[in-house]
């Protein structure tokens, strides 16, 4: 299945050389990601930022993997910002024809904001063909143990499934996208 590009923050970074390898045995590729701490949707070292240098340097598959939105609680919870115009945004700069997997955030003692952003999520899905909702949320919901102290990051047992659910988002957003060799 692929190429496929992943963008993500730190939620998803708990793992990298586990990441390539479940990938790889998932039989994904080929692919490139782009995952850093702190990345926020469309701000500073943002999402945008990555699929725009991805874009940049030739890698422009029709399948991608977003998964973001953690760092953004302080501005959607203010009104700051809103959600639905964040992944707006970000699917603008992906470009039509492709397709964009994108799982659902949760964090301990968060839940109002992480329902809020998650029913954005499934709103612009809902009149976006080309957005594919994961369902990252009830599994660390049902698993507080793979969770660290901060509620947010994730053990290395929550690491690999993290991992694993990144596997099966890329594996949609290719097999939706008729990227599959």
């Known amino acids: 299945y692929g190429p496929v590009a992943i963008i993500g923050d730190s939620i998803s970074g708990g793992y990298l050389d586990g990441l390539t390898k479940a990938l790889k045995s998932g039989g994904v590729g080929p692919f490139r990601y782009d995952i850093r701490g702190s990345r926020r949707i469309t701000q500073a070292d943002s999402g945008v930022a990555a699929v725009k240098a991805m874009k940049a340097k030739g890698f ?10 953690n760092n953004d609680f302080y501005f959607f919870r203010r009104n700051i ?14 470009g039509t024809g492709t397709k964009v997997a994108w799982p659902t955030i949760w964090a301990k003692d968060k839940d109002s904001y992480y329902a809020k952003f ?12 080309n957005l594919l909702v994961v369902d990252w949320a009830s599994t660390a919901k049902a ?3 793979w969770l660290t102290a901060d509620g947010a990051h994730l053990t290395l047992p929550g690491a690999k499934a993290r991992n694993q659910v990144l596997v099966r988002a890329a594996i949609r957003a290719c097999k939706a996208a008729g990227a599959v060799a």
Not at 60 to 69: E, H, N, R
């Open 60 to 69: 422009t598959p029709k399948a991608w993997v977003v998964a973001l939105g």
């Open 81 to 94: 910002e809103d959600p639905q115009t964040e992944i707006k945004a970000l699917l603008k700069v992906i």
């Open 118 to 129: 998650n029913a954005a999520l499934s709103s612009v899905a809902a009149a976006n063909r």
């Open 143 to 145: 698993h507080p143990e």
